[in-house]
């Protein structure tokens, strides 16, 4: 069974980073598209929603942590070895 409990954490690793990650930049996108002002092609303009648009760019932030985050995670032998600081306490 220890083999199929790793096989699952991998997909559930994978799925989270491979498909989450884009699915919250997209939904970060559509909230800070949505949170802009537009003009229709009535020519009626839509006010602005600020609440959107930072929600748009907290979830941006939010995937640019995990990206740096695992960019970090992946080099911190090197980073440990060259700079002697170590950057994650338990790893």
């Given at each position: ?9 991998v ?7 491979g498909?989450?990650?884009p699915?919250?930049?997209?939904v ?9 002002g ?9 006010a ?18 995990v ?5 970090l ?14 950057i994650?306490?338990?790893g």
């Open positions: 069974m220890d083999i199929v409990e790793a096989i699952a954490k997909l559930a690793v994978g799925l989270l980073l498909a989450g990650l699915a919250l930049f997209a970060g996108l559509r909230w800070y598209a949505d949170g802009s537009t003009v229709h092609d009535d020519g009626t303009v839509s602005p929603n600020p609440i959107l648009k930072y929600l748009g760019i907290v979830l941006f932030a939010i995937v640019a942590l990206i740096v985050t695992g960019i995670w992946i080099t911190r032998g090197t980073i440990n070895y060259y700079f002697h600081v170590k994650f306490p338990f």
